[in-house]
Nanobody, 125 residues
Framework: QVQLVESGGGLVQAGGSLRLSCAASGLTFSGYAMAWFRQAPGKEREFVAAIRWSGGNTYYADSVKGRFTISRNNAKNTVYLQMNSLKPEDTAVYYC??????????????????WGQGTQVTVSS
């Protein structure tokens, strides 16, 4: 049974930082591209960042480029999202997702095979 468990969300002031973690189990982690998506109330789910299985290629939404960093540790079956210079518009539930591919990483949520339960990030102004 595949499980993705996010942690690290919380309440932070604008300009602050948070680090999200997503621990994976039940899959061969190194065979999956990993990504973070987010969904704010009343809005559609949107792509945030993705990373290739090897960690050698990363992809970001324009809205987070230069502020967020995605990384992974295949030995620990964990993917991370370091979020700096947070803004109120970053407030959302953040989900990690796994896509069984070894070439690149997709920005489209529909291709991802497995999802976590989400972790709330709230940025106050």
């Amino acid at each position: 049974q595949v499980q993705l468990v996010e942690s690290g969300g919380g309440l932070v002031q604008a300009g602050g930082s948070l680090r999200l973690s997503c621990a994976a189990s039940g899959l061969t982690f190194s065979g999956y591209a990993m990504a973070w998506f987010r969904q704010a109330p009343g809005k559609e789910r949107e792509f945030v960042a993705a990373i290739r299985w090897s960690g050698g290629n990363t992809y970001y939404a324009d809205s987070v480029k230069g502020r967020f960093t995605i990384s992974r540790n295949n030995a620990k079956n964990t993917v991370y999202l370091q979020m700096n210079s947070l803004k109120p518009e970053d407030t959302a539930v953040y989900y990690c997702a796994a896509d069984r591919r070894t070439i690149g990483a997709s920005t489209a949520w529909a291709v991802y095979d497995y999802w976590g339960q989400g972790t709330q990030v709230t940025v106050s102004s």
